[in-house]
């Protein structure tokens, strides 16, 4: 049997999306959730979530580019920030102390050291964000024994067929925080599959699916975009609530439950 990490991103981004994880968690489809602690939902949802009883592993989505992050002062779009990374990167102090408030918001609602830490849009990755997160990580969770640490999920694309927009996100300086990472002792995910362009329907989602199930190594980490049902009244949408529901139905399926069968993985 091949252990990997199925993780569902954005939880607490919206009404369908946290309600999307929640269920999926309850019926074992997934390993792991990424949470936006700046949403004003973070609160209500992590609520719901524990009182599911699910057994699943919840960690920091790390936001510099949704809503709430421009609402708290610091947020821009991605494109700003992918030029920023690009022109020398995130003044690090600045950074930190961005880092610390969402780990801060985390831990007093959840009760607990996140089991990881990624970013949304992989902002985790950009000059700047990187240094000061492992640095921040090393400062609040340096003393824990290492399989007690988050794990920091790397946007590499070990993949056989060539995705452009994986590799675009490869390109975001995944080898740099894989390689300090590691260096502070920090354990780094194992290639990251999941990524696609939100288009196709059901049927195409199902059979790249597959194809990621075939060729992820042990250890290594899908990433998916479930939601269910709609949206509350002032909720963020994002644009993809189409794919995040064609998303949702796979994971729920009869047949998603079986090909993880078929292909001897466990979650």
């Known amino acids: ?33 990424s949470a936006m602690t700046l949403s004003p939902r973070w609160q209500q949802d992590a609520m719901a979530l524990r009182e599911s009883n699910a057994q699943i592993d919840v960690g920091l989505h790390l936001d510099w580019t949704s809503p709430f992050a421009v609402a708290k002062g610091h947020g821009l779009s991605l494109k700003r920030g992918v030029l920023i990374a690009a022109l020398g990167g995130y003044n690090k102090s600045t950074a930190r102390a961005v880092i610390e408030e969402q780990l801060d918001v985390f831990e007093q609602v959840w009760q607990a050291v996140p089991s990881h830490i990624d970013g949304h849009q992989h902002v985790h990755q950009f000059r700047g964000i990187r240094d000061a997160l492992v640095e921040v990580i090393n400062k609040r969770y340096g003393n824990l024994p290492r399989l007690q640490r988050p794990y920091l999920r790397v946007s590499d694309d070990p993949s ?22 590691i260096k502070a002792d920090i354990t780094p995910t194992r290639g990251l599959f999941g990524v696609y362009n939100f288009t196709g329907g059901e049927l195409a989602y199902a059979h790249r699916m597959a194809q990621w199930l075939k060729e992820i190594p042990a250890g290594g980490i899908i990433m ?32 998603f439950a079986q090909s993880i069968k078929d292909s001897k993985i466990t979650l």
Request: aromatic residues 6%.
């Open 1 to 33: 049997m091949k252990n990997i990490i199925l993780n569902a991103d954005d939880f607490a981004m919206n009404a369908a999306v946290s309600r999307g994880i929640i269920n999926l968690a309850r019926l074992g489809r997934l390993t792991a959730t």
């Open 160 to 181: 056989d067929q060539f995705n452009f927009k994986s590799k675009f996100i490869a390109s975001l300086n995944a080898n740099a925080i894989k390689k300090i990472a």
């Open 224 to 255: 998916c975009h479930p939601a269910q049902g709609s949206l509350d009244n002032g909720d963020v949408d994002d644009g993809i609530l189409k794919a995040r529901h064609w998303e949702y139905s796979h994971l729920a399926s009869d047949a």
